[in-house]
């Protein structure tokens, strides 16, 4: 169900960012991305959050204490209500005081901007309320609920951009409010769901200050790293805004926009590994959360690699096909941003298995400093005269020195074992994608662009991926598991 949501998710991302580009015009559409993103930094909480009520969700449920999960869901709602009213001051103080003040907005477009801007911090508002109901559902591991309201949210952003495109006025400020009422109504969805299938979802009147600090602590302490990645990727925005024209900036929307829609996919896993790697870990099963570490990472490095090997090398026809008038370095710009996606895939279980434990505030101190250091440095090397993709790469360079952060600080906080993760997890990724990389490589080196060279590239790399990892990457234990459930399913089919 997970990949199923992904792929009407990744068809709808494509047209909407098509479309959204057509009808706002590329000075608009960059006006969006920074406007929006500003926000977004904010929204990025709401993925942090939902991590943080998760984990104590599913601890719970591995523990089978279903009276303290009741507990725990009304404490939660009350640590969300005040981070919704600190969120609101600060972005209605701070963030206006920006957005007015300093962004670089075209004569004329203030008005717009103001509107994109407050109608987003509603949006922002109704993705907090939502996360908690999201979490319960996660850890009851109902993948297919979850999955069926991501696709009536998709379906939503599909309206909005038919809508806007049809409707009079300032095309930019309508797209604002219709997306934050798609919103609105994804949350009552999830509200509405909830209520009725989760008796602990109903709040009751509790207080446990024991309580309360524990999962204010890791809640805000989960805020920490997700902002240092909004950061990141909001900072960079900035300064692009800054320093180059807003076609570079609309070139890093676009970018951004194909990043996300691929991550989407090894993310789906990650979203149906998390409870398990917890609940396990709440069990003390410590040898398979070790193994389930390693399988994992290698399994989400896989579905990342299966869309991004051949895309990277045919990016330029994509694009063009996609969306016809292509901005300036876009295609540039979506390779790094998908090799940097690629890089920071493997750590998805790590990140898991480090929320599992409980001890986060080293983990989030460390890597979060680490990535933080993406601004400072990317600003140095503008003003040093670095071009515009300079800044992608200082990201590539510090994902990768988080990642190896990690796994030293994984060894640390529990019973993890590193030497093992590394020898039979990354190094065989290595190898894999050095074998595997020469067969799209190939195919563009001697045949011209085409739609046909798009399909031959995507077939022959999912050929060679496939081949590759089962003979290079996957253990003995995985290919039995692999083999056993393909036997089941055809059973079935019979």
Request: proline share 2%.
């Amino acid at each position: 169900m997970l990949y199923f949501r992904q792929a009407a998710i990744l068809l709808v991302s494509l047209w909407t960012v098509r479309m959204t580009l057509k009808v706002l015009g590329e000075t608009d559409y960059g006006l969006y991305t920074v406007v929006a993103g500003i926000v977004t930094m904010f929204t990025m909480f709401s993925g942090a959050m939902a991590s943080a009520s998760q984990r104590f969700f599913s601890f719970a449920l591995g523990r089978k204490d279903y009276d303290g999960l009741r507990n725990i869901f009304s404490m939660t709602l009350i640590i969300y209500a005040v981070i919704i009213v600190a969120a609101i001051l600060l972005m209605e103080i701070g963030g206006l005081w920006f957005v007015s003040g300093y962004l670089s907005v075209p004569k004329g477009r203030e008005t717009a901007v103001i509107w994109i801007y407050e109608a987003n911090i509603f949006s922002l508002v109704c993705t907090l309320i939502t996360t908690p109901y999201m979490a319960l559902i996660i850890a009851h591991e109902n993948m297919d609920v979850y999955a069926v309201i991501s696709i009536i949210e998709a379906a939503l952003k599909v309206f909005v951009v038919i809508a806007v495109g049809r409707m009079p006025g300032d095309k930019l400020a309508m797209y604002g409010i219709l997306t934050a009422l798609s919103t609105f109504a994804i949350t009552f969805l999830y509200r509405f769901y909830c209520r009725r299938s989760y008796q602990e979802s109903r709040y009751k009147s509790y207080w446990d200050k024991g309580m309360f600090k524990e999962i204010f602590s890791f809640t805000i302490w989960n805020l920490f790293g997700s902002s240092v990645g909004a950061f990141k990727i909001q900072g960079v925005n900035i300064i692009l805004n800054q320093s180059f024209s807003q076609i570079v900036v609309a070139s890093r929307g676009i970018a951004s926009s194909v990043g996300t829609a691929v991550i989407s996919f090894s993310q789906s896993f990650g979203t149906a590994i998390r409870p398990v790697i917890i609940k396990e870990y709440a069990a003390e099963n410590y040898e398979k959360v070790n193994a389930l570490i390693g399988s994992a990472s290698k399994l989400t490095f896989l579905l990342m690699y299966i869309f991004i090997l051949p895309l990277a090398f045919e990016i330029h026809t994509v694009l063009k096909i996609w969306l016809g008038n292509v901005p300036v370095n876009a295609a540039l710009y979506t390779v790094l941003t998908l090799i940097d996606a690629l890089i920071d895939s493997v750590s998805y279980p790590l990140m898991t298995a480090a929320q599992a434990t409980g001890k986060i505030r080293l983990y989030q101190t460390i890597v979060g400093g680490i990535q933080l250091s993406n601004l400072p440095i990317s600003m140095i090397a503008v003003l040093l005269g670095s071009p515009a993709y300079g800044v992608f790469v200082i990201a590539i360079i510090l994902t990768f020195l988080s990642f190896a952060v990690r796994i030293l600080i994984l060894s640390k906080i529990m019973s993890f074992h590193a030497g093992r993760f590394i020898k039979h997890t990354i190094l065989p990724l290595i190898c894999a994608t050095i074998v595997t990389v020469w067969v799209p490589y190939g195919i563009t080196l001697f045949f011209e662009q085409s739609l046909i060279r798009i399909l031959a590239t995507s077939f022959l790399s999912l050929v060679s991926i496939c081949i590759v990892f089962w003979l290079i990457v996957a253990d003995k234990n995985e290919k039995v598991f692999i083999v056993d459930f393909i036997k089941e399913k055809r059973g079935r089919l019979r």
